[in-house]
Nanobody, 120 residues
C-alpha cells in the first residue's frame, strides 16, 4: 500500500507564488514518473507537469515558464514551484506517482488533492 501526502496549497493573490509538495511512502521498489495534474470546477482533470526518473520534464503550455517541477528521489518527493500565478490556475491539484512495487508490478497512485486558489 502506498500513501501520497500533499501539502502547500492555499490562497494567493495573482502574481504570487506557491510550492506544492507530494511525498510518497509505503511499499515502493522504485518510482518512475511523478507528476501534477489539476481539475478546475466544471472541467476535466488536466496535466500540469511530469518528471521522469531520469529528470526529464514535460509541462502544459499554459504553465510553461511559470511552473517548475522537481523531485527528490531520496525523499520520494515531487515538488511544483508555481510562480506568477493567475486566477485561471485556480483548481484542485493532484499528485500522481507511477511506481513499481516489491512484487515488480507497476502501479499508478493519486494523492487526495490540494486546493489552490488565486484571487484577482
Amino acid at each position: 500500500q502506498v500513501l501520497l501526502t500533499e501539502s502547500g496549497g492555499g490562497l494567493v493573490q495573482a502574481g504570487g507564488s506557491l510550492r506544492l509538495s507530494c511525498a510518497a511512502s509505503g511499499s515502493i521498489f522504485t518510482i518512475n514518473t511523478m507528476g501534477w495534474y489539476r481539475q478546475a470546477p466544471g472541467k476535466q482533470r488536466e496535466l500540469v507537469a511530469t518528471i521522469s526518473s531520469d529528470g526529464s520534464t514535460n509541462s502544459a503550455d499554459s504553465v510553461r515558464g511559470r511552473f517548475t517541477i522537481s523531485r527528490d528521489n531520496g525523499k520520494k518527493t515531487v515538488y511544483l514551484q508555481m510562480n506568477s500565478l493567475k486566477p485561471e490556475d485556480t483548481a484542485v491539484y493532484y499528485c500522481n506517482v507511477k511506481f513499481v512495487g516489491y512484487q515488480l508490478r507497476t502501479y499508478d497512485s493519486w494523492g487526495q488533492g490540494t486546493q489552490v486558489t488565486v484571487s484577482s
